[in-house]
Nanobody
Framework: QVQLQESGGGSVQSGGSLKLSCAAS?????MAWFRQAPGKEREMVATIYGNNRLTLSPSALRGRFTIALENNRLTLQMNSLRPADTAMYYCAAATTGGGCTRVDTYTFWGQGTQVTVSS
């Protein structure tokens, strides 16, 4: 069983930065940040996995979003935020097999933290 507790969301103007944090308990195989905007499907923002802490993220977000994992705390540094980044952001953890970029791989989810970017 993995428990996840997120923090760090909020409102920011376009071009600003936010850092999300997720405290995790238990062993995980991969961890990730997902986001979901109203009326849209949940999408992966970034994932981190393996002993070497490999990371993957969609090409459109690279250079702006950075995922990290240290001492069981998952973080997401978000820079140069845009109104299109407005969404509920979720921390997720997987303990069993499956691709770390797939939403259906993850069985443990945080409660979500809202990020709102105004123009």
């Amino acid at each position: 069983q993995v428990q996840l507790q997120e923090s760090g969301g909020g409102s920011v103007q376009s071009g600003g930065s936010l850092k999300l944090s997720c405290a995790a308990s238990g062993d995980t195989r991969c961890m990730a940040w997902f986001r979901q905007a109203p009326g849209k499907e949940r999408e992966m923002v970034a994932t981190i996995y393996g002993n070497n802490r490999l990371t993957l993220s969609p090409s459109a977000l690279r250079g702006r979003f950075t995922i990290a994992l240290e001492n069981n705390r998952l973080t997401l540094q978000m820079n140069s935020l845009r109104p299109a980044d407005t969404a509920m952001y979720y921390c997720a953890a997987a303990t069993t097999g499956g691709g770390c970029t797939r939403v259906d791989t993850y069985t443990f989810w945080g409660q979500g933290t809202q990020v709102t970017v105004s123009s």
